[in-house]
């Protein structure tokens, strides 16, 4: 439950603030923001978002060798409360914007695949209720997007903006000390010691707990094949995530722009339409959990590439109803707030579906002695690429409007869902070859 804690007030942390970045970066110096085009404030958050996702690897691979887990979510929160901190003046230049990007980068690439790895390491890896409690840690992301989007939101509309920065930089002090005060007590000795002593002496084991194969050539073909499964998938849930970003970048802009968000005389601020998506998530996430225990229970499985299938049409589909709506908005009315409200919905669930089973899969197929780096390395080819290359869409939309960016990104999530089901033959049987469990 810490593990979760930690990850819930950090997530409301990056989340809250992630929420209002680009409204901030793109509104009008007279309102406090920069002033900036749509295509510089997209790029920007595309190469923040990337980079929070890229740099785990490298923070996992400290986590793992030199610092000790424990040591680096530590270090790691210290950070990103320090980059928290600087947003909140009202007064910062440019270059103290960029050393509080700087500042959460790093504190992230120290915590992100790091906790995750915590979080299994206070089960047994044969334990069935591993995917489970990966759902209810994922459910702890998606309270603390939910929670953040709507608190960070209204306070920065009826504040100001770096007062709603404010209130993303309380969540990262609770996280940093509730982690400090109870870590000692709760955790006991797990992540105190680094895996590079231990792993120099012992064995390595597959993800079934048992020894790996005896001879060296077929150990080497089978981290290859497993490096090879690991690529592909990870190729499919970065398109996956180049359209799930614009939640926080094209989206955002476009509802701001040409939504009309009035409830009578209320205004709803455009940052609570982020929570919207983990709202989704939270709902469902319990009976998520319940269902993957059911249908294990039956001896019975749908393997992770049909559920990156099923989060690829949701994103299509979410891309297509958008694109609907901006073409009603072109003709001159704002369009109902209905629509990106389902299609919200629609990446919320396709995100929960996608990214619990994630979370074992690359438990099972880590090496030993590298879980938080091959995390780390996962996130950079998954979300570090896909929010990098989201950030191309802010060019996309100055050139050529919401209605063809929204068509362009549902051409692109269609034909690669497409894809997948064409590959989910060959990469069962390469599953079945570098023995990890789909």
């Not at 050393?99 to 890896?125: D, H, Y």
């Not at 939101?153 to 109870?182: D, K, R």
């Not at 438990?363 to 690429?385: E, N």
């Amino acid at each position: 439950m810490l593990i979760i804690g930690v990850e819930f007030w950090e997530r409301f942390s990056f989340y809250g603030m992630l929420s209002i970045l680009a409204l901030f970066l793109t509104a009008s110096t007279r309102s406090g923001g920069f002033g900036w085009p749509a295509a510089r404030a997209l790029a920007l958050v595309g190469a923040y978002s990337g980079a929070m996702y890229a740099l785990p690897a490298f923070g996992g691979y400290l986590a793992d060798r030199v610092l000790g887990r424990r040591r680096a979510v530590t270090l790691g929160a210290s950070c990103m409360l320090i980059g928290q901190l600087l947003l909140t003046s009202p007064l910062f230049q440019p270059a103290a914007f960029y050393a509080a990007i700087a500042g959460l980068i790093a504190g992230n690439a120290l915590m992100k695949s790091t906790l995750v790895v915590l979080c299994g390491e206070t089960m047994r890896p044969d334990d069935p209720r591993r995917e489970a409690a990966y759902t209810y840690y994922y459910l702890g992301i998606a309270l603390g997007a939910m929670l953040s989007g709507v608190a960070v939101g209204a306070v920065a509309q009826s504040f100001g903006w770096h007062v709603g920065f404010g209130v993303a930089a309380a969540g990262m002090t609770i996280a940093l000390g509730s982690y400090v005060l109870l870590a000692p007590r709760w955790l006991g000795s797990i992540g105190l010691t680094p895996d590079g002593a231990a792993a120099a002496g012992t064995p390595a084991l597959t993800e079934a707990g048992g020894p790996a194969p005896p001879w060296p050539l077929e150990a080497h073909l089978e981290t290859r094949r497993r490096i090879g499964l690991l690529l592909a998938l990870a190729t499919l849930l970065c398109i996956f995530s180049v359209g799930w970003f614009q939640l926080f970048g094209s989206w955002l802009l476009f509802i701001e722009r040409d939504v009309d968000r009035a409830v009578g005389t209320f205004v709803i601020p455009v940052p609570w339409f982020t929570s919207m998506n983990a709202a989704v998530v939270i709902l469902l996430a319990p009976m998520t959990a319940a269902l993957w225990v059911r249908i294990a229970d039956r001896n019975r499985r749908i393997d992770i590439v049909q559920k990156y299938i099923f989060a690829l049409s949701t994103v299509t589909v979410g891309h297509a109803l958008m694109y609907l709506c901006a073409r009603g908005a072109a003709a001159g009315a704002l369009a109902s707030s209905l629509v990106p409200v389902v299609s919200l919905s629609l990446l919320g669930v396709g995100e929960l579906v996608a990214w619990t089973a994630t979370y074992g899969m690359v438990s099972r197929a880590a090496p030993a002695g590298y879980a938080s780096v091959t995390m780390g390395a996962w996130y950079l080819l998954t979300l570090g690429l896909g929010g990098y290359l989201s950030g191309f869409t802010g060019g996309m939309v100055d050139a050529w409007g919401f209605a063809t960016t929204f068509a362009l990104i549902a051409a692109v999530m269609g034909s690669a869902c497409i894809g997948a089901l064409l590959l989910h033959g060959p990469l069962t049987r390469l599953a079945d070859r570098a023995r990890v469990a789909l």
